[in-house]
Nanobody
């Protein structure tokens, strides 16, 4: 099973990026998938997650109104649209899947670097 994240890069403050995470080896259409991030010297933190149906989405307060999570189960892919990026958003972004409800995310991708310059 693999989760392959992509779409990171260098962008100026106020810019946008769209991250993608493609799953292979199994389907996660009934599971929460989400994004976390880890900045240098900091712990990994939750960014957003989306239920398998796509009907429920949760966001960290720091990204509400700027980031949008979505998924395409036919493509086994989850997306993170990031708008109005801030230097504080600079981090390695990881996608994950939560196959057991109310437990830790148990599948992880390799991460993609997002750098926002001021």
């Amino acid at each position: 099973v693999q989760l392959q994240a992509s779409g990171g890069g260098l962008v100026q403050a106020g810019g946008s990026l769209r991250l993608s995470c493609v799953a292979s080896g199994r389907t996660f259409s009934h599971d929460y998938m989400g994004w976390f991030r880890q900045a240098p010297g900091k712990e990994r933190e939750f960014v957003a997650k989306i239920h398998g149906t796509g009907r429920r989405k949760d966001y960290a307060d720091s990204v509400k109104g700027r980031f949008t999570i979505s998924r395409d189960n036919a493509k086994n892919t989850v997306y993170l649209q990031m708008n109005n990026l801030e230097p504080e958003d600079t981090a390695v972004y990881y996608c994950g899947a939560q196959t057991i409800p109310n437990r830790e995310f148990d599948y992880w991708g390799q991460g993609t670097q997002v750098t926002v310059s001021s």
